[in-house]
């Protein structure tokens, strides 16, 4: 099992960057992929990026691709998201997934917010237009 925390959100302007940070914790956290997802307000929680335990692997959602940047420091046991050019629709309460890693995993279950194990308690990211 891995504890998750997620710092940095808060209120930006449409335009601004932000990033937000989760910090991990457990005897394994290195053998873990690591993501994110969100939930916008009254809508379900959804995919937004994700980064595998050596990096051979890192996807987005097609929502975020070319603004979003996901990085991991493996070091500090921690997941980075940077957000560029925030918009009104990325309003949402960010949380920060892990899941043992499998060699088996099809990008489909990258994406699947069930194929993730641990959860953090969430941060808020409110984009003002």
């Known amino acids: 099992q891995v504890q998750l925390v997620e710092t940095g959100g808060g209120l930006v302007q449409a335009g601004d960057s932000l990033t937000i940070s989760c910090a991990a914790s457990g005897r394994t956290v290195n053998t873990y992929v690591l993501g994110w997802f969100r939930q916008p307000p009254g809508k379900e929680r959804e995919f937004v990026a994700v980064?595998?335990?050596?990096?051979?692997?890192?996807y987005y959602s097609d929502s975020v691709k070319g603004r979003f940047t996901i990085s991991r420091d493996n070091a500090e046991n921690t997941v980075m998201l940077q957000m560029n050019n925030l918009e009104p629709s990325d309003t949402a309460v960010y949380y920060c997934?892990?899941?043992?890693?499998?060699?088996?995993?099809?990008?489909?279950?990258?994406?699947?917010?069930?194929?993730?194990?641990?959860w953090g308690q969430g941060t808020q990211v409110t984009v003002s237009s």
């Open positions: 980064h595998t335990t050596r990096g051979t692997k890192i």
């Open positions: 997934a892990a899941a043992p890693f499998r060699t088996y995993w099809t990008t489909s279950d990258y994406y699947n917010k069930r194929s993730y194990s641990d």
